[in-house]
């Protein structure tokens, strides 16, 4: 008989091994990164192990299969993740909040199975991805080429401006962090002053993609700079 010390390795390993996968995901600035990755691992062995070990209670038979049940509650809690992503322009926003729905479908899984030390347990290493791998990110991001940037443009209005640079910036391997539009603070009526947090680990690259979005002749000022603390 599996101990429940087991079970809850058997989590933890598969939540360090997703997180192992989603550090070459952030490395390259993609937006599904570190705790994506970790919390879908994590979710999907919980789904598994409360299917196979859970329900000690019920008699299974040939017609009698809790692993049935975890599958639906998966599936379902899929449906509604998928609605919390959005897309804006060259930046995808939600992966992280849709992951940790799905694992939270798990964790409730867990305790309708009856395994609440499990669930107990794994409740302490999803807020581990959650909360400590943002700051470890922050830690080790540079050393591993992540950082942040902020990239500032004024330009005229009309022409269509944003969606070019946002463009320029995704095909430089950036991820779109958050976007500014503020039309009070540039220097006249018509133009319009944008700011755009980036996450990458191909800064020659956006310097670049900067550069050449600065000829274009509405653009009156672009740069990049870093974000500070």
């Known amino acids: 008989m599996i101990v429940e ?6 989590i933890a390993v598969a939540a360090a091994v997703g997180v192992g996968l989603g550090i070459e995901r952030e490395v390259r600035g993609q937006p599904a990164g570190m705790r ?15 299917g196979a070990y859970g329900f000690s209670d019920i ?3 040939p017609n009698v299969d809790p692993m049935r049940v975890a599958a639906q509650v998966a599936s379902g809690i899929g449906f509604i993740g998928g609605g919390v992503i959005l897309k804006e322009g060259a ?5 992280t909040t849709a992951a940790s729905l799905w694992a939270a479908g798990a964790l ?3 305790v309708g199975a009856g395994l609440l030390a499990e669930a107990v347990a794994s409740l302490g290493i999803i807020l581990v991805m959650l909360v400590g791998l ?3 990110r922050e830690l080790a991001g540079p050393r591993l080429g992540i950082g942040l940037r902020i990239v500032t443009m004024q330009y005229e ?12 910036l995704r095909a430089a391997g950036a991820s779109v962090e958050d976007v500014w539009i503020d039309d009070a603070t540039a220097s006249g009526a018509s133009v319009r002053a944008v700011r755009v947090v980036v996450r990458t680990a191909h800064v020659a690259a956006l310097g670049r993609a900067v550069a050449e ?11 990049v700079g870093t974000v500070p603390n």
């Not at 994506?36 to 409360?50: D, E, S, W």
């Not at 930046?91 to 992966?95: F, M």
């Not at 000829?215 to 009156?220: D, K, M, N």
């Open 5 to 10: 010390a087991e079970l809850i390795a058997r």
């Open 36 to 50: 994506t990755h970790g919390l879908v691992a994590c979710g999907a062995a919980i789904f598994t192990l409360a």
């Open 59 to 61: 008699h299974r038979g």
């Open 91 to 95: 930046s995808v926003r939600g992966v």
């Open 108 to 110: 409730g899984l867990l």
């Open 134 to 136: 943002r700051y470890l």
């Open 157 to 168: 209005q009309g022409h269509g401006t944003l969606r070019p640079l946002l463009d320029a």
């Open 213 to 223: 979005i600065g000829t274009l002749s509405e653009v009156q000022d672009v740069h």
